[in-house]
Structures are given as C-alpha cells and as structure tokens.
C-alpha cells in the first residue's frame, strides 16, 4: 500500500517569489507519482506526473518536480508565482504498473498568492 | 486530453431522497472508474472502484447499500445516494483511466456537489 504525506497545509507567498510545496510517500514498490490542481468547486487538473527516467519533471504552468528515490519525496516547485495560481494542490501516488488501482492523495495544500 | 464528463454539477435534495450522479468518459473507454468524496478543505478520500460489468469494490467503511454504483458500459459509471441524509453533503468527484494509457494516470470530471436539506 501506499501513502502520502504533504507536509505544509497552507503556503502563503507574495506575487512573482518562488515556492515549493512538500510531498513525501510511502511504498514498498516502485511508484508513478503526480502533482494535481484543484480551483474551487471544480475538479482536479493533472500539473505534471513521474513514471520514470529523468527525475526532475516539468509541467504545466510552469510547475516542476523533482522525484528523490532515498528521500521518498516529490516536492512542486515554481520560481515565480502569479494570482492565478492560488488553488488547492495535491500529490499523488500509484504503485507503478499497476494500472487497475486508484490513485492516493496526500490531504492538500493550499497556495495563497497575495500581491 | 481525455475528457471526464460529471452530471449534475450541484444539486440540492430533500433528506430521504435518492440521488443519481453520472460519470461519462467522453473519448476514451474507461474499464475501471474511481469515486471519490472530497469534505470541504479536505483531500479527496476513495469511495469506491467501479469497474465495467461487474460489481464495484467499496473502500472500507463505505455502505454499499447506500452508494450504490454501477458501470454499465465503458464510458458510464452512475453513483447513486439512497435515502440521502444531511451528512452525505459533500463534493463527489469520479475519475477514469484510459485503458489505451498504461501510467496511471486519472483523467477527473467537474465534480458534483450534493447538498442534503
């Protein structure tokens, strides 16, 4: 089984600083991992997902991650944030190759961005 | 990218009456979809597996009888809330997987969110 563990609740920053929100999990198989958005009263966005290779991953919007195998982490990071990226954001995890199963979700973190 | 299509968006029902959610994969086929329950300002927590043609697999704690899901064909999967009470209010969000995409990845509708008077 897996988990997640997102080790900041809310992170507020000001317009056009750098941020990082904090993921780590859990597993004892290898995993695919994924970052999601989630605006108000809507669904979840895919930012950007690891399955293998290159560890440093780059999404949407100008998000990356970087997936660190011995520090069991996944952390999101953008070096300069806008307004509009204020949401809700998750990590999450699937046991990799194992396509039937669902994906598991760290508890959230919120993104203020105040200008 | 694939398309997750979720119906109705908001609705408001009288406690003790039934609720019908649907889940529609709009380009792809979707063997296995996933329902999630999100609380507010609170991680989305799996209810259940619903996979096509076959009885859905229910997360711990998560009464059957009362969520009753069914996956008819490969591009629906319906959630129904029976004899809906105050405290089923939530967000309700499903996703699927493209069964043509091997990474896991899920593709979530809009979400729909129940209020129960």
């Known amino acids: 089984a897996q988990s997640v563990t997102q080790l900041d609740s809310q992170v507020p920053v000001f317009e056009e600083a750098p941020v990082e929100l904090r993921c780590n999990y859990s597993?004892?198989?290898?995993?695919?991992l994924f970052w999601y958005v989630q605006y108000p009263n809507q669904g979840l966005q895919l930012l950007l997902k690891?399955?293998?290779?290159?560890?440093l991953v780059k999404g949407i919007n100008g998000f990356e991650a970087e997936f660190n195998k011995s520090q069991t982490s996944f952390h999101l990071r953008k070096p300069s944030v806008h307004i509009s990226d204020t949401a809700e954001y998750f990590c999450?995890?699937?046991?990799?190759?194992?396509?039937?199963?669902?994906?598991?979700f760290g508890k959230g973190t919120t993104l203020s961005v105040s200008s | 990218g694939a398309v997750v299509s979720q119906h109705p968006s908001r609705v408001i029902c009288k406690s003790g009456t039934s609720v019908k959610i649907e889940c529609r994969s709009l380009?792809?086929?979707?063997?296995?979809m996933f329902w999630y329950r999100q609380f507010p300002k609170q991680s989305l927590m799996l209810m259940a597996t619903?996979?096509?043609?076959?009885?859905?697999?229910?997360e711990q704690g998560v009464e059957k009888d009362k969520f009753l899901i069914n996956h008819a064909s490969l591009t629906l999967s319906t959630l129904t809330v029976t004899s809906a009470h105050p405290e089923d209010s939530s967000f309700y969000i499903c996703?699927?997987?493209?069964?043509?995409?091997?990474?896991?990845?899920?593709?979530f509708g809009e979400g729909s969110r129940l209020t129960v008077l």
């Open positions: 597993s004892s198989v290898s995993v695919y």
């Open positions: 999450a995890v699937s046991g990799a190759n194992q396509a039937g199963t669902a994906l598991i």
């Open positions: 619903s996979n096509e043609g076959s009885k859905a697999t229910y």
């Open positions: 690891y399955l293998s290779g290159s560890t």
């Open positions: 380009d792809f086929q979707a063997t296995t």
């Open positions: 996703s699927a997987r493209d069964v043509q995409i091997s990474t896991g990845e899920l593709f």
